[in-house]
T-cell receptor
Framework: NAGVTQTPKFRVLKTGQSMTLLCAQD?????MYWYRQDPGMGLRLIHY???????AKGEVPDGYNVSRLKKQNFLLGLESAAPSQTSVYFC???????????????FGEGSRLTVL | AQSVTQLGSHVSVSEGALVLLRCNYS??????LFWYVQYPNQGLQLLLK??????LVKGINGFEADFKKSETSFHLTKPSAHMSDAAEYFC??????????????FGKGTKLSVKP
């Protein structure tokens, strides 16, 4: 049972470089999310998607872009990385607004990004 | 708007002592409430959740939480701490309105230390 898988798990970037984080889920979930976790800040929602082909902004979307071309994948892109984007990024997924949705999010193990 | 406040960023208890982690929420509609646990260098794992029904909710690893609407609280307890309980704990409320329905809003986390 893979659940939610994030790649890569670690990455070091230089300021101005670009990169993409990939999230894949095998639970046929409708909703997917990208959060960032910083010390003392908890988890903050970057972007989310309520279905294939849809995306929406969360609490801290600036500097990030996302795409959901396939239901099972949710990509998070940094076009021009900045040191303020040094963080641990978590992808999560959940059932949509139908009978199975009890509100629980299923998380990946995180991707640690350092921007120098 | 919905929000979550966790009282105490760090809590330290002795092994065998009571664990009490405090969470207060703000919500204009009946909330769905969650506690997640994060062990070092891992993703978040669901401990327990309250959606409807019984207000005392039992979770994994001997934890339980009591939903008190009058106090807008959802405190997490465990009668006897174990060394393996050392982790960071997050309280969360599910957004129940508009286009953001399904998202979770997290508290800033409480790091639990257990002394031998």
């Amino acid at each position: 049972n893979a659940g939610v898988t994030q790649t890569p798990k670690f990455r070091v970037l230089k300021t101005g470089q670009s990169m993409t984080l990939l999230c894949a889920q095998d639970m046929n979930h409708e909703y997917m999310y990208w959060y960032r976790q910083d010390p003392g800040m908890g988890l903050r929602l970057i972007h989310y998607s309520v279905g294939e082909g849809t995306t929406a902004k969360g609490e801290v979307p600036d500097g990030y872009n996302v795409s959901r071309l396939k239901k099972q994948n949710f990509l998070l892109g940094l076009e021009s990385a900045a040191p303020s984007q040094t963080s641990v990024y978590f992808c999560a997924s959940s059932y949509g607004n139908r009978g199975k949705n009890t509100g629980e999010l299923f998380f990946g193990e995180g991707s640690r990004l350092t921007v120098l | 708007a919905q929000s979550v406040t966790q009282l105490g960023s760090h809590v330290s208890v002795s092994e065998g002592a009571l664990v009490l982690l405090r969470c207060n929420y703000s919500s204009s509609v009946p909330p769905y409430l969650f506690w997640y646990v994060q062990y070092p260098n891992q993703g978040l794992q669901l401990l327990l959740k309250y959606t409807t029904g019984a207000t005392l909710v039992k979770g994994i690893n001997g934890f339980e939480a009591d939903f008190k609407k009058s106090e807008t609280s959802f405190h997490l307890t465990k009668p006897s701490a174990h060394m393996s309980d050392a982790a960071e704990y997050f309280c969360a409320v599910r957004v129940n309105y508009g286009g953001s329905q399904g998202n979770l809003i997290f508290g800033k986390g409480t790091k639990l230390s257990v002394k031998p």
